[in-house]
């Protein structure tokens, strides 16, 4: 009897032992993880992380002190990670935090092979999406030193009501079609798509891509040339596109968020280049919108087609002088699996992370473009990579639209 009762207490003690951490001495603290987020506190992300929080220290004991940084982490972690404060983890874009705070992330490679609570006996790599877990090897030098969460596509996003009411029955995939699209939608008085200025160099990269290919379009950014025949092509369809109307006269003076809120989620234009990020910005605004999504369409043979798309995440990185690793994976697992992935997709309108997740029904026609999906391109196909191209691009582009400059015009400021 003494000896069953030892063995149950021995049990009882390595349970505890999941919100516990050894102290130098053998003494035992608990685990109070520091997190710094990318999100605000009223933001629906920063809702349910926090609320994840308080269900994670419930569950196993384990505090999650939570730091609302909100984008001005950008800012503001970099000086803290270098003066040594203490910080457990922290998220931002994959590529950010791969790429600008990779010196200060710990490892993951033995962690995601492991099984936890929320993978079903599964090891976590083998349960979220291996896409994005690959690109985070990539960028970590074929190590995993990130992980991808609330995951985000760039594509075509449609008001599936206005498409309806025109009478368009299928999505364009070539330009020839996407031009009887923007037709069928003027005819009953809409526009065809709108943009802000935020995502002018995305519309110029991407057609760029859809013109000339990846390489070409990474080669103008890289040696400053815009004097090839893809910006007068570029010129010319889009000259086109304002003269027909297909693009609204307002988008050439939209300030991010303008076109969104004012053009798009009113029903004045139909479509939108841009993330399916999109319908949770705007739910507020287009409360019954019926959201539709396509790859941007084929345009010329020397270019990519609809398999070429921009994906990524934001991602969770562990500092590599954390006192508590392993009760930070277990908070990332928490978030990218089970319960918590599910409920951050359906209340952020996002992309969840595991494989058996449910998407939003706002993204259902995004995941088949998504999986579709073959060739990443770089966010704008690196028109935004350079603050000078990228003014540049706003600014000849805005003048495309009003008609202060036709394509050779354009093509010429482009390359001056």
Not at 132 to 148: E, F, V
Not at 204 to 213: M, S
Not at 349 to 355: D, R, S, T
């Amino acid at each position: 009897m003494k000896k069953h009762i030892v063995l149950l207490l021995i049990a009882a003690a390595v349970l505890a032992l999941g919100g516990c951490a050894k102290k130098s001495g053998g003494a035992e603290t608990q685990a109070q993880l520091v997190y710094w987020t990318m999100w605000n506190e009223a933001e629906p992300q920063g809702q349910v992380i926090a609320r994840a929080a308080e269900a994670f220290t419930a569950e196993t004991g384990i505090k999650v002190d939570i730091n609302f940084n909100g984008r001005d982490i950008r800012k503001t972690l970099q000086p803290a990670l270098d003066a040594g404060e203490a910080i457990d983890l922290f998220d931002e874009d994959i590529e950010r935090v791969a790429n600008t705070w990779g010196n200060y992330l710990l490892p993951l490679d033995s962690y995601v092979s492991q099984t936890y609570s929320t993978t079903g006996g599964r090891p976590f790599d083998q349960v979220v999406n291996k896409t994005l877990l690959d690109l985070a090897r990539q960028l970590g030098g074929g190590s995993i030193k990130n992980i991808p969460y609330q995951p985000m596509a760039y594509l075509t996003l449609y008001n599936k009501d206005l498409f309806d009411q025109a009478g368009i029955s299928s999505v364009p995939k070539t330009w020839d079609e996407f031009l009887e699209v923007c037709a069928k939608l003027k005819a009953i008085g809409v526009a065809g798509i709108t943009v802000d200025d935020a995502y002018m160099a995305c519309l110029f990269g991407y057609t760029i891509d859809r013109i000339a290919g990846l390489d070409a379009a990474l080669a103008m950014v890289a040696n400053n040339d815009f004097s090839g025949p893809q910006v007068l092509r570029f010129g010319q369809i889009w000259e086109e596109m304002a003269r027909e109307g297909y693009i609204i006269p307002s988008a050439a003076a939209n300030v991010w968020p303008a076109g969104q809120i004012q053009d798009f989620a009113p029903g004045k234009a139909a479509m939108y280049l841009n993330g399916t990020w999109l319908p949770n910005e705007i739910k507020g605004n287009a409360p019954n919108m019926r959201w539709g999504a396509f790859a941007w369409p084929a345009i010329d043979p020397a270019g990519n087609g609809i398999n070429a798309n921009n994906f990524g995440a934001q991602s969770f990185g562990i500092n590599k002088n954390s006192k508590y690793p392993e009760e930070a994976f277990r908070f990332i697992v928490w978030m990218t699996t089970g319960e918590w992935d599910n409920i951050l997709a359906q209340e952020s309108l996002g992309i969840p992370m595991a494989n058996d997740s449910k998407w939003p029904d706002a993204l259902a026609e995004a995941k088949a473009v998504v999986d579709a999906t073959t060739k990443r391109l770089p966010w704008a196909v690196g028109m935004e990579d350079k603050a000078e191209i990228n003014a540049k691009i706003k600014e000849n582009f805005a003048k495309l639209i009003m008609g202060d400059l036709d394509a050779r015009q354009f093509a010429a400021a482009m390359a001056r």
